[in-house]
């Protein structure tokens, strides 16, 4: 932690002095060093401290550039929040993994003198093998059930998002309470596929096949609903959960994915009936000239944390737990019932911009200690997941782990654990998790 406690003093002082490029290049140092000491030490491309400490802290280095007028200088308290909650989340994994015990071979070892780590060995493919006629049905299953909800929206509503034009936010009124969090659990799919292929008996194509088609079927209704984040967390947690069995991902298949999710990525940014011009009066760059696809991912990461700023800067009284536990009022429906215990209003540098760190509503809730508690649980959770993943001999365990890592490569994006569809995905895979178990 020397190395990233020293890279963050440089970045915090060379931002006081309004020298940003320097300052966010100094502190994605301090990132890149974070993920590459737990990758070297795991040898695991998704370990899950080495992601926080890559995406939190390099989205924070993202941020220092201050590449538009929509940024300020950030308060001492925010530089604060920042760092506690790093040293919160790093202390307690490691307090964790010292009580709990390291894991065991051959999830976590360090890299072999040939340069390649074990690969799902052949007692392991043969526990999977056990579990292919039940992951077989959980695909089906979760998908037709995801489609059902998604027709059912659709018959309600009367639109489907992806023909909708000349109507920029159809995507967002694209929403039945409840009913929604059935049509996006298809994202779950895609993981459920990797570990059938896995699992599958090479003689049996048919059913290679079906579930093929089912796979596809579920990252269509992401595109229908012109839900760029859905596809990308879909495709996204399908590779962690194949990262998290093989340890490894041929550059190849890498290639393959990022060369189909960039064109399906521009053409649901085009759906969505936002012109450039739109989008670069809301995104105020200091250099109007910088490409669209260059601001759109840098916003949507760097005023996250200006946002949080803006948290800082103008909350009035915190919520006493009220915006973490939004979950569980949602998720029961007391949300209508009390509309007054969840209707608070979003701290942001532009009303367009409302994505958030993954510690915002921990500030809202309780201030600068409530960042540290954060932190502290946040820490003690993964460390036993990262424990935990490599004694599990049921597959779907591995989807647990892939919908973490995603949490924890998208800690500068929202808050994960305030959005009741976090916890509705994680009963979702724990229903699956059974249901393979014990089927």
């Known amino acids: 932690m020397r190395i990233y406690l020293i890279t963050y003093v440089i970045s915090f002082i060379f931002s006081r002095l309004g020298w940003f490029f320097p300052s966010g290049l100094v502190l994605m140092a301090g990132a890149l060093y974070l993920y590459w000491k737990d990758y070297r030490a795991s040898g695991s491309f998704i370990h899950l401290r080495g992601l926080f400490g890559l995406f939190f802290v390099g989205g924070q280095a993202i941020s220092c550039l201050k590449l538009s007028r929509l940024q300020s200088q950030w308060q001492i308290m925010t530089w604060l929040c920042f760092l506690a909650v790093v040293l919160a989340f790093y202390g307690s994994f490691s307090l964790t993994e010292t009580w709990a015990g390291p894991p065991k071979m051959p999830h976590w070892i360090k890299k072999q003198a040939g340069g390649r780590l074990p690969v799902l060995p052949q007692e392991s493919r043969r526990e999977f093998r056990r579990y292919e006629h039940t992951l077989f049905v959980s695909v089906i299953a979760v998908t037709l059930i995801s489609l059902a909800a998604f027709l059912l929206e659709v018959l309600l509503l009367g639109y489907v998002p992806l023909f909708v034009r000349d109507m920029p936010h159809a995507y967002s009124y694209f929403h039945i309470s409840g009913l929604h969090y059935f049509t996006v659990s298809c994202v779950l799919t895609p993981s459920l596929a990797v570990l059938f292929f896995m699992a599958m008996d090479v003689h049996r ?57 960039i064109p399906a990525y521009l053409v649901l940014t085009v759906a969505r009936s936002h012109s450039v011009e739109y989008l670069n009066g809301i995104f105020a760059m200091k250099n109007p000239a910088t490409p669209i696809f260059i601001t759109q991912p840098y916003i949507y990461i760097a005023n996250n944390y200006d946002n949080f700023n803006c948290l800082v800067e103008e909350l009035a009284a915190y919520t006493l737990g009220r915006r973490m536990l939004f ?59 990262v424990r935990g993943i490599s004694y599990i001999k049921n597959p779907v365990g591995h989807v647990f782990y892939a919908q973490m890592a995603m949490y924890m490569a998208l800690s500068f994006f929202t808050t994960w654990f305030s959005n009741p569809a976090t916890w509705f995905y994680f009963a979702v895979t724990g229903a699956v998790y059974w249901y393979v178990e014990y089927r």
């Open 205 to 261: 194509r048919e059913r290679r096949i079906i579930v093929l088609i089912f796979t596809l079927i579920s990252l269509f209704i992401p595109v229908l609903c012109v839900s760029r984040f859905q596809l990308i967390f879909a495709v996204g947690m399908a590779v962690f959960t194949f990262l998290s069995v093989k340890h490894r991902l041929p550059f190849i298949r890498v290639f393959l994915v990022a060369g189909l999710m």
């Open 327 to 385: 979950p569980v009022f949602a998720l029961t429906g007391l949300k209508f019932l009390k509309p007054e215990w969840v209707v608070y209003p979003i701290y942001s540098t532009k009303p367009e911009l409302t994505t958030l760190t993954l510690i915002y509503d921990a500030y809202y809730d309780f201030g600068f200690l409530g960042v540290v508690v954060f932190g502290i649980i946040l820490g003690a959770v993964c460390a036993l997941l």
